[in-house]
T-cell receptor, first 116, second 114 residues
Framework: AQKVTQAQTEISVVEKEDVTLDCVYE???????LFWYKQPPSGELVFLIR??????QNEISGRYSWNFQKSTSSFNFTITASQVVDSAVYFC?????????????FGAGTQVVVTP | ETGVTQTPRHLVMGMTNKKSLKCEQH?????MYWYKQSAKKPLELMFV???????ENNSVPSRFSPECPNSSHLFLHLHTLQPEDSALYLC?????????????FGEGSWLTVV
């Protein structure tokens, strides 16, 4: 069963628009970690954020912000005032202990295309 | 400069060739990983090494052979590959294996098997 769902396959926006990427996860654990990664066309997966299940405060880093809601099992990611350099595939991932040693379970990714 | 470097970045090989992918991490981590990313497929974990010991092998065909000579270096030896093995191969590392550790990835090696 898929543990991390990123329902949006691709999102296209015009520069300066905001874009929100959805991430819904599934776990029976009370302690778990959530991550977001960015993968530009070059291929490298760039770590963006790690959040543990006990910290529900929203986080902002520059133009990036994250909204963690345990009640809906969601960890959504917003890019404010998007730029062309934000064009990439974004992955949400979960680390819990329900099946193994806590290895990362990745979602399918959301392709973001920002046009000038 | 990325903390995890991979060479080569691009590799084209015939089905009868033998080649190797190399990975080096400069982060002082104890765990290293190989992932495979094929077009239109999710990331697949292939191998995990913790303190130079292989701790996971996710049913990877024997034509892929990993080697971890020390905690900073990881190789993926390739032989008699198939065209369906064409993919992006990502090396990664984390402080330790397991729960909650942040995994840091390299830039990947784009492999094409002809």
């Amino acid at each position: 069963a898929q543990k991390v769902t990123q329902a949006q396959t691709e999102i296209s926006v015009v520069e300066k628009e905001d874009v929100t990427l959805d991430c819904v996860y599934e776990t029976r654990d009370t302690t778990y970690y959530l991550f977001w990664y960015k993968q530009p066309p070059s291929g490298e997966l760039v770590f963006l954020i790690r959040r543990n299940s006990f910290d529900e405060q929203n986080e902002i880093s520059g133009r990036y912000s994250w909204n963690f809601q345990k009640s809906t099992s969601s960890f959504n990611f917003t890019i404010t005032a998007s730029q062309v350099v934000d064009s990439a595939v974004y992955f949400c991932a979960l680390s819990d202990l329900t099946d193994s040693w806590g290895k990362l379970q990745f979602g399918a990714g959301t392709q973001v295309v920002v046009t000038p | 400069e990325t903390g995890v470097t991979q060479t080569p970045r691009h590799l084209v090989m015939g089905m009868t060739n033998k080649k190797s992918l190399k990975c080096e991490q400069h982060l002082g981590h104890n765990a290293m990983y190989w992932y495979k990313q094929s077009a239109k497929k999710p990331l697949e974990l292939m191998f995990v090494y913790s303190l130079e010991e292989r701790v996971e092998n996710n049913s990877v065909p024997s034509r892929f052979s990993p080697e971890c000579p020390n905690s900073s270096h990881l190789f993926l030896h390739l032989h008699t590959l198939q065209p369906e093995d064409s993919a992006l191969y990502l090396c990664a590392s984390s402080q330790d294996r397991g729960f909650g550790n942040t995994i840091y990835f390299g830039e990947g090696s784009w492999l094409t098997v002809v």
